[in-house]
């Protein structure tokens, strides 16, 4: 059953016999890193082809050198990787620039193109408006040897940037902007990441695309709603250039999320003016960065699933994302105990070192079991105790109890403070208390985690918010918005002895706080990326 509307073009179209394999393509310009919009249109066309066994290029759209760079057309390809889809043909839009330069000669040729010697302004000018028809060239009916020739010229680098482009001959009056003789081809001395310096003239993205499509053979060339009313024009180059069966475009809604930059360029300003650490800094919102962040792939897939494919623009909770990561992890993480900010407790009625058996994750008992050596020193989280504690407060106070994740039910004895700041607690153990004891069934409210005084491993642990901040009384300007406290870096944390075991990139439920990743084991100690809290905002809603 077809998920969406293109889908249920695709399925009709394949009953009809329109088309006998589906081939669909996805088309970065690489002019930066791969970001969760991206994935969206990724797990359409990749989607699309594993659904209907079809086939899906990757195709670089590489006709604005300037941009581009190889680094981004790497990057790109182990970002899809990644993500879990394997493209068809690796294709490149400048590999076929010299059939598109015999398209537009063909166009010429047919009297549908001519070469304007108008500044860009000068045609921006003279294109009218929604409601005022454009207003023709001075240069529109040259005749077609003069047209091959100065087109021919410009290839060959006889005039300088910017002084002509060929445009498509269709019409200054019609309704729709970009039929209004659009410039296809122009002038450009800059070095191709791709072809070098072979070619000094450049099609444009809705000469290209089209032709891009149609060469490869793509039977559904979807892209996002902007394109929607370059759809006429895209139509208008299949047809004059000749092509039988041609593709089609159909267009969805972008991905937006809330806070959350979507724009390869503003992505591109934070890398270069050093907000963040590069393309791949935790907390952007490109897919290396989440995958170095530990978000996994499962959850952005099935995130682009849950906010579905629309014909309507929205914006999405970041909340949902995060419900989609929490909801993989819940599945697949390691459950560890690990204190942020450690405070000594001695039990003073303790006696050697107890082996403590937990399962590393109580939803999949498959996963087994690990230990953590329990004895007379252990550390627990500061803020689990209270000296006065605050109304409702489950946790350890003078004169109560609490219960050890996996272990004992302690019961206070007395504390020490320094300057008004808690610096030990001493508590006696009841025995027979851990589960399955003759005193399990003593009722304490709270349970804490812990980690043992030795063997217990030293850790950093990033954490980090949105890189953008509401806008402030509808001033939307980019550089306000920026967060300056999108890192916040925690030392002197405390984990369980058994994550040594553990290897650089493995994801955790730090019980009780968040899911972490093992981002760096050095000398030093574990450094650690907070991936998403364990509390779900979105579920409540
Ligand atoms: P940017 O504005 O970030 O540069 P773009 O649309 O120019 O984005 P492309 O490299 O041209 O980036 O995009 C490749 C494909 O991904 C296109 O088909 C485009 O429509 C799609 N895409 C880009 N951003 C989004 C998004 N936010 N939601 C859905 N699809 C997107
Ligand atoms: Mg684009």
């Given at each position: 059953?077809?998920?969406?509307?293109?889908?249920?073009?695709?399925?009709?179209?394949?009953?009809?016999?329109?088309?006998?394999?589906?081939?669909?393509?996805?088309?970065?310009?690489?002019?930066?890193?791969?970001?969760?919009?991206?994935?969206?249109?990724?797990?359409?066309?990749?989607?699309?082809?594993?659904?209907?066994?079809?086939?899906?290029?990757?195709?670089?759209?590489?006709?604005?050198?300037?941009?581009?760079?190889?680094?981004?057309?790497?990057?790109?390809?182990?970002?899809?990787?990644?993500?879990?889809?394997?493209?068809?043909?690796?294709?490149?839009?400048?590999?076929?620039?010299?059939?598109?330069?015999?398209?537009?000669?063909?166009?010429?040729?047919?009297?549908?193109?001519?070469?304007?010697?108008?500044?860009?302004?000068?045609?921006?000018?003279?294109?009218?408006?929604?409601?005022?028809?454009?207003?023709?060239?001075?240069?529109?009916?040259?005749?077609?040897?003069?047209?091959?020739?100065?087109?021919?010229?410009?290839?060959?680098?006889?005039?300088?940037?910017?002084?002509?482009?060929?445009?498509?001959?269709?019409?200054?009056?019609?309704?729709?902007?970009?039929?209004?003789?659009?410039?296809?081809?122009?002038?450009?001395?800059?070095?191709?990441?791709?072809?070098?310096?072979?070619?000094?003239?450049?099609?444009?993205?809705?000469?290209?695309?089209p032709i891009e499509d149609a060469l490869e053979g793509v039977?559904?060339s979807?892209?996002?709603?902007?394109?929607?009313?370059?759809?006429?024009?895209?139509?208008?180059v299949t047809?004059?250039c000749?092509f039988?069966n041609p593709p089609?475009?159909?267009?969805?809604?972008?991905?937006?999320?809330?806070?959350?930059?979507?724009?390869?360029?503003?992505?591109?300003?934070?890398?270069?003016?050093?907000?963040?650490?590069?393309?791949?800094?935790?907390?952007?919102?490109?897919?290396?960065?989440?995958?170095?962040?530990?978000?996994?792939?499962?959850?952005?897939?099935?995130?682009?699933?849950?906010?579905?494919?629309?014909?309507?623009?929205?914006?999405?909770?970041?909340?949902?994302?995060?419900?989609?990561?929490?909801?993989?992890?819940?599945?697949?993480?390691?459950?560890?105990?690990?204190?942020?900010?450690?405070?000594?407790?001695?039990?003073?009625?303790?006696?050697?070192?107890?082996?403590?058996?937990?399962?590393?994750?109580?939803?999949?008992?498959?996963?087994?079991?690990?230990?953590?050596?329990?004895?007379?020193?252990?550390?627990?989280?500061?803020?689990?105790?209270?000296?006065?504690?605050?109304?409702?407060?489950?946790?350890?106070?003078?004169?109560?109890?609490?219960?050890?994740?996996?272990?004992?039910?302690?019961?206070?004895?007395?504390?020490?403070?320094?300057?008004?700041?808690?610096?030990?607690?001493?508590?006696?153990?009841?025995?027979?208390?851990?589960?399955?004891?003759?005193?399990?069934?003593?009722?304490?409210?709270?349970?804490?985690?812990?980690?043992?005084?030795?063997?217990?491993?030293?850790?950093?642990?990033?954490?980090?918010?949105?890189?953008?901040?509401?806008?402030?009384?509808?001033?939307?300007?980019?550089?306000?918005?920026?967060?300056?406290?999108?890192?916040?870096?925690?030392?002197?944390?405390?984990?369980?002895?058994?994550?040594?075991?553990?290897?650089?990139?493995?994801?955790?439920?730090?019980?009780?706080?968040?899911?972490?990743?093992?981002?760096?084991?050095?000398?030093?100690?574990?450094?650690?990326?907070?991936?998403?809290?364990?509390?779900?905002?979105?579920?409540?809603?």
């Open positions: 059953m077809a998920n969406n509307f293109i889908e249920a073009i695709v399925e009709s179209d394949l009953e009809n016999n329109v088309h006998k394999e589906i081939l669909t393509r996805f088309p970065p310009e690489p002019n930066g890193y791969l970001h969760i919009g991206h994935a969206k249109s990724l797990c359409i066309n990749f989607g699309i082809k594993q659904k209907y066994h079809g086939k899906c290029n990757l195709r670089y759209d590489d006709t604005n050198p300037t941009k581009e760079d190889v680094e981004y057309v790497e990057s790109i390809k182990e970002d899809i990787r990644w993500l879990g889809f394997e493209w068809d043909k690796e294709c490149y839009a400048s590999d076929y620039f010299e059939q598109t330069y015999e398209l537009a000669l063909k166009l010429i040729r047919q009297g549908d193109a001519y070469v304007c010697d108008l500044s860009a302004d000068e045609i921006r000018e003279t294109r009218g408006s929604l409601t005022e028809p454009g207003k023709e060239s001075p240069y529109r009916n040259r005749s077609v040897e003069e047209n091959l020739r100065l087109f021919t010229e410009m290839r060959e680098g006889k005039y300088p940037d910017g002084s002509k482009v060929l445009r498509a001959k269709i019409d200054m009056a019609s309704s729709n902007l970009n039929m209004r003789d659009p410039v296809i081809y122009r002038i450009l001395r800059a070095t191709h990441h791709h072809t070098g310096d072979a070619w000094l003239i450049y099609p444009m993205y809705d000469f290209a695309h039977t559904h979807i892209c996002t709603l902007e394109f929607e009313d370059h759809r006429p024009l895209y139509d208008w047809e004059h000749g039988t089609h475009q159909y267009e969805f809604a972008r991905l937006n999320i809330k806070n959350t930059i979507m724009s390869k360029r503003y992505l591109k300003k934070l890398v270069d003016t050093g907000v963040v650490t590069g393309w791949d800094d935790p907390r952007m919102p490109t897919l290396s960065g989440m995958r170095k962040r530990g978000y996994p792939a499962q959850a952005i897939r099935e995130f682009c699933a849950m906010v579905g494919v629309a014909k309507a623009n929205s914006e999405v909770d970041p909340a949902v994302l995060e419900h989609c990561v929490r909801d993989v992890l819940n599945d697949t993480a390691d459950r560890v105990m690990a204190v942020e900010d450690p405070l000594p407790v001695i039990i003073e009625n303790a006696e050697g070192v107890e082996e403590i058996a937990v399962l590393n994750n109580p939803n999949h008992p498959e996963a087994g079991m690990h230990t953590i050596p329990f004895e007379k020193e252990i550390f627990i989280e500061r803020a689990d105790f209270a000296v006065v504690p605050p109304p409702k407060y489950h946790r350890l106070v003078p004169g109560g109890m609490v219960r050890l994740k996996g272990a004992y039910i302690l019961e206070y004895v007395s504390h020490e403070e320094e300057n008004g700041r808690v610096t030990l607690v001493r508590c006696n153990l009841i025995p027979d208390s851990k589960e399955g004891g003759v005193n399990a069934s003593i009722k304490v409210k709270g349970v804490v985690q812990w980690v043992p005084k030795h063997g217990a491993v030293k850790a950093t642990l990033n954490k980090y918010e949105s890189l953008l901040v509401d806008e402030v009384d509808g001033n939307k300007q980019f550089d306000d918005r920026i967060n300056p406290n999108s890192l916040e870096v925690t030392k002197g944390a405390l984990v369980e002895p058994w994550i040594m075991e553990k290897e650089e990139g493995s994801c955790f439920q730090f019980m009780r706080s968040a899911y972490y990743k093992l981002a760096e084991k050095t000398e030093n100690g574990l450094l650690f990326y907070r991936i998403v809290g364990l509390k779900d905002s979105f579920n409540k809603k």
